[in-house]
């Protein structure tokens, strides 16, 4: 039988064995509904639309995950959210502690170390965070203008490469067209 250990001994072994970034642990285990976080939304509480979006405090888990232990992970805040969540690093679930039924589990320390153990293997058989290559290394500047040229040419038949003045003016209720077939009257 697994000895069962304080939430703050299995937090404590986390940092331990997985370190911290900026004073902030790598790894934690947090109660679903305790979680809150400052994020750029354009609704109040009551659900009614404000006329300008705000920064509210609001919960993280609660409407999703209830009542359960959650293992998170600190990870970087992409670019495109910095500005709803005004953050760079911030903490995502990893695993929430349930059984397949979704009744609530215990968090115990071989778990967790299984858990983020099995996460670092894939990071690390995916390359550990590989970027996309870049199709345009290599090239001249006058290589690499013709390319993007090539590919917006491309791009502009794709979006508008069916559009004439006729068919602009019957979209948009500007034109009348005609057939030449005579139309069968009943």
Known sequence: MVPVESIETINRRLTDHYGSTNDMTNYRIVWSEDQFEFRKTAFTDEGLELIYPEVRKLPKYRQWIHEKFVLERLTEVPAI??????????????????D???????????????????????????????????????????????????????????????????????????????????????
Do not use: M
Request: charged content about 30%; overall charge negative.
């Open 81 to 98: 959210n910095q500005d709803e969540l005004e953050l760079v690093l911030s903490y995502e679930p990893l695993w929430v502690f349930e």
């Open 100 to 186: 397949k039924e979704g009744f609530p589990l215990r968090p115990a320390w071989i778990v967790c170390k299984f858990v983020v153990d099995q996460v670092h293997r894939n990071i690390e058989e995916a390359g550990l965070y590989t970027k996309y290559p870049d199709p345009y290394a290599g090239l001249t500047e006058p290589q690499l203008l013709e390319k993007k040229d090539a590919e917006l040419k491309i791009l502009e038949e794709e979006l508008f490469g069916n559009e004439t003045n006729i068919g602009d003016g019957l979209a948009y209720n500007g034109g009348v067209g005609y057939t030449t077939s005579k139309v069968k009257e009943s």
